[in-house]
Every structure is written in C-alpha cells, then in structure tokens.
C-alpha cells in the first residue's frame, strides 16, 4: 500500500545501507515538445549523493533523458494521446493528435515519447544483472512536470512487472510534492516523498552515475523566495519556506571548480528559486570570486533574473560580464501592471525591466541578436490579445528577443486553487496532462481563438528572424522603420483589402 511521508529520513528505511543497492531513474517524458538544454535531474543527483553519504554498498542510475552530441538532443517517438506503456514497448503504429478546438477552429498537436526507449531500458536492466530474478533493494524515481504523470505511471508499472513487490519503490520530485494525493492513486509506489529531502539540499550532485561524463553542471546556490505569486508553487516546494536559504559561497565555488577538474565541465547553470535575493552578499560574491579566480567557465540562469534586483548595481550586472555569463533572460510577463497586480506581482515594474536591459546593454551584453532574451509569458486566464501584442511589441523593441512561455497551471497555486471548479468540470484535475500550457488550458475562457494563439506565435517567431546580426526594430529609427509604421496608419490596409476583394471577385 503507498504511503505519503512529509517528513523523509533515509534512516528510516528498512535495511543496512552498506549491504543495500539502489537503482535511480529519471523517467521518459511524454509531451507535445521538449527542450532537452539544461534539463538534468540535479535533485536525483543529489539523492545519489546521500545514498553515497550513508555507505550504500551499490548505486546505478539510468536517466532516460540523457542528451547527446553537442547540441544535446533526445530521442523521441510519436505516441497516441492516452497511449499506456505499462505493458507494451512500442507505440501504435498510426497514433492520432490532440485536438485544441475551439468555435469551429482545431489545432493538432503530436505527442511524443521523448528519451531512451523502453526497450532500451529493459536491455540496460539485464546487462546491469537487475533481471526478473534479481531486484535492486530500492528504487528511487525523480518526477518532475506534473503534467509529465504519464510516463511516470508506466515506468513503475514496468517495475512492477519485472519485480512485484520484491522492491521498495520510491518517488519524490515535483510531481508528488505538488499532487501527492494524485500520485498516490495512480502511481504504484511504495512511498511518495512530499518536499525536501533536508539532508540532501546541500550536496553536491553525483555526475560520477553517468557513464558519459556531462558536458554541463546546474548549481543551485540557494532555495525559497519571499514572494508568492499566484501562479507559482514554490512554497509548497520548499515545504513552506517564506526565507531563502543560502549554501555558503565557498562551497559553490568549490563544487564548480571540482567539476571542472575532475569532468571538464566549463558550463555551469544556476537554479534558485529567487537568485538575486540579497544578492550583495550571497550571488554578487560567487561572481567576484569567479572573477579573482579568472575561472574558465562559461555561465547561464535559464530560468531569468528579476528586473527589479538586476536593474538596482550596474556593478551586478558588470560581474555578470565578467563572469563570462552567455545569456541573460529577463521576465516580462505582461506590461500591463493591474493584470501583474493581479497575479501577486507587485513588486516589479516595467520600469525595472527597461532599467535591467540598459544595464545589460551597458555591462556590453548585445541586444537584438539574443545576448539579452525576454520571456513573454501568454496564455492566462483573463489576459486579452490585445495585451500580449503589446506585450510582445515592447518586448521586441525594448531588447529584440523573445521566448515566447505558454502558462501552465500548477496544483497548489493560488491560481491553480481559484479556477479548480473549471479544471474539475474537464477532469483535468486527474488528468494533469491537460494542463500542460501548450495544450492552451485557458483557450475556452480567454478571448482569443485556435487562430489568434497561433497568429501570437508567429508574430514572436518572426520578431525573432535575425538578419546580419539583428532582429528588424518595428520603431526604430530607420526610413524603412518608419515606413512601416506610417503603412500601417495611412489607409494602405484599405489599398490591400480592396484589391484582394478584386481578386477573389474574378
């Protein structure tokens, strides 16, 4: 029978650790899209650490999103929509789409299996000797999307196949924090880790499991954040934490360049739930350090920075710099401040997002050919097309690159708790796949049509198009700039109308 435990302790389980082996899995994700950059399950990671720490006599991992080659890509395979692989290997072989409809308009979108295949797994199993007749002691599974449930419903079944009960099978992550009721229903685990593993919040990640040494490491310097918007669920996640806890700055940098020695890893992203907080103190003194040290690295935050805190030093954003960041990315969800207001995020203002771009720009990070990147964060509940065109239009004229970020609603949000009665009408309170925002969970509250959300992506997408270095600046100060201004204003859209009506007429 599952249990859920809010309070972990490996002490607790059963079994001397110098006599125990563990199998450690990141499973396969089933979506529409995948971005596989920066996507390594850094709290597995550290999980492999504590079992290291308590003497485990044997430790495996398999991670199915394991990416490869330079530009670091996964497999996939279309599957069918509700396809289950609890007893099959292989998807059908003509899977039908998801289907987004709406007043007569539909989008089709594919599913896919993305990472190892299953055969794949079941091969590795047998070569590592974990064949029907020999289980592993324990089996520790990190989820992370809770709109990825899917994939982690049929890897257990698949454990359960292989190895009945003769397992103790253990999920943690995200997926179970946030919907740990949900997991317990569906997923056949023997125990659902909700939150923290305290013990295992400062270890360094275990890169050592992989067979192939990783071309990057995350870090996470810190955990928690002040705030509490009201589409996040970071409190939650960090078990109610209303602090941000910080690792000391020696032991970020030593796990950085123990990495570097021992893999020759140079790339390093940074993962926190608020990375700027009282950053003089904590993030501004790793980067002087990186600095002194004249470290070879080449540093990323995928995730953003906030405006607000990166607008305040030009001498933060100068260390950035120098630190040899790549990539900078801003949030601008939505430039209008009572729709901000009204997701809880009022401490950042518009303001502060130019002031962060300016000193970017002046720190000698480049605009308009994706040094400086903006998220455009679309799709909400109550939001208007119009709103994100003008969103997406400051965006584009203010910095040149945007990376367009469909909502998704996350169990234990505020946001996710005030439209329940919408979800639960659908069922999509169980099926949480339906939440994912590329499947556009809103479209039947919001203004816009299929077409209108597809038109959004094509307008940031072609925003976007970079010619000899740059994105085209709609009000720049160029004679084709202003052309194009005045064309859209002087009647000229009559001129078009009326010679296409023409056409068709013939």
Known sequence: MTQITHRFDIRDLPGDPSQKTALLINPPVYDTQYWAEWSQPYGLLRIAALLKKHGYRRRELFDFMEASGPKRVVPKRRIGPNESFAEKDEPDPRPSPIRIEKDGQHLDLWKHHFGKSWSEFDAWLDERGFDPAHPPDEVWISAIMTYWWESVRDLVARLRRRWGN??????????????????ARNIAADLIVVGEVEEANDLWPDLSLYETAPTYAIITPSRGCPYDCAYCAQRTINNGRRTVHFRPLEDIVAEMCYNYETYGIRDFAFYADFLLWDYETNFQRV?????????????????????????????????????????IYLPCENIDERFLDSL???????EHFVQAVKRCEQAGFSLRNMDVNAFVLYGLPGETIDGVVKTILFV???????????????PSSRLYEQYLPYFR???????LHMLNGKLFPFLALNEGSVEDYIDLQRLMFTLNTHYRGKSFQIFGPTRVSAAFRENLSNGFERAIQQYKAGSEAE
Not at 399 to 410: A, D
Not at 425 to 431: F, I, L, T, V
């Open 166 to 183: 003769r397992t103790r099978i253990l999920l943690g992550g995200i997926y179970p924090t946030l919907a740990p009721e949900h997991a």
């Open 287 to 327: 980067l002087e350090q990186l600095v002194a040290n004249k470290s070879p690295f080449r540093l990323y935050a995928p995730e953003g920075f906030d405006v607000r805190f990166l607008s305040q030093s030009q001498r933060l954003v100068d260390l950035m710099k120098a630190a040899h960041f790549q990539k």
């Open 396 to 410: 584009s004229e203010v910095v040149g690159s945007i990376i367009p970020m469909l909502f998704t609603p996350v």
């Open 425 to 431: 009408q659908r069922g999509w309170d169980q099926d």
């Open 344 to 350: 809880n995020r009022r401490h950042v203002r518009l």
